[in-house]
């Protein structure tokens, strides 16, 4: 118990500051992807509909993977998750 | 009849009981393995703890923004520019993938934020063997 106030004091600097930064990006969601990708980061990532159909996917993928390509100086783990968010939209 | 039911009350909370302590120790020994994955010792906990308060881990920053060790301070910059060029919700890009581009640059700023100030438990260790001496 006589840590007790140390420890809160502790705990209290460790809350996240809101500086001018985290306010900045406060509009961007929040996080990595998820572990396990669903019909709605899917449909995020392509920013269409979940609902859209296929043909709308395929124009979309093609349209964001174009700019997105390891070729192109992209990130591979993100034209992974874009290959998977088209998989499981076409299914 | 009284007793039968005292019974049953005690055997129930028993259970119940045993049932927690067991979820408490697995829980333990589960975070006590992810900072151990970590490298252990006061600079995995505040891994884990990064981890925690970004909502992504540092494996997964490196990869979103295509370098290998947090020291690529020049590939982290260039890369982390052009991807959120690209992608850029004007040009018809993904705000989604912006966000994560947003947030790995945030979890790496973060890591390099760390490792320059020194963990505070080994930090005051040193201080009280300084004071020993």
């Given at each position: 118990m006589p840590h007790l106030s140390q420890r809160m004091a502790e705990a209290y600097k460790n809350v996240p500051k809101l500086n001018s930064q985290t306010l900045a990006n406060s509009k961007y969601y929040k996080g990595g992807f998820e572990p396990k990708m669903t019909r709605r980061e899917a449909s995020l990532i392509l920013d269409?509909?979940?609902?859209?159909s296929k043909v709308k996917v395929k124009q979309q993928f093609k349209k964001i993977m174009a700019v997105n390509h390891p070729d192109k100086g992209g990130s591979p783990y993100i034209a992974a998750k874009i290959n998977e968010a088209k998989d499981l939209l076409e299914k | 009849m009284a007793k039968h039911l005292v019974q049953i009350i005690i055997m129930g909370t028993q259970v119940v009981v045993k049932a927690f302590a067991r979820a408490l120790r697995q829980e333990i020994a589960a975070s006590q393995a992810a900072a151990h994955k970590t490298g252990g010792g006061a600079r995995g906990t505040q891994h884990v703890a990064a981890n925690y308060k970004t909502g992504i881990s540092l494996e997964e920053a490196l990869q979103i923004l295509n370098?290998?060790?947090?020291?690529?301070v020049d590939a982290i910059e260039r890369n982390y520019k052009y991807l959120m060029e690209v992608n850029d919700r004007s040009k018809g890009g993904s705000f989604y993938i912006q966000s994560k581009i947003v947030r790995a640059k945030e979890r790496i700023d973060e890591e390099l934020k760390t490792m320059k100030t020194p963990p505070p438990n080994s930090n005051s260790k040193q201080q009280n063997a300084s004071k020993q001496l």
């Open positions: 269409i509909s979940p609902t859209a | 370098v290998e060790r947090v020291d690529q």
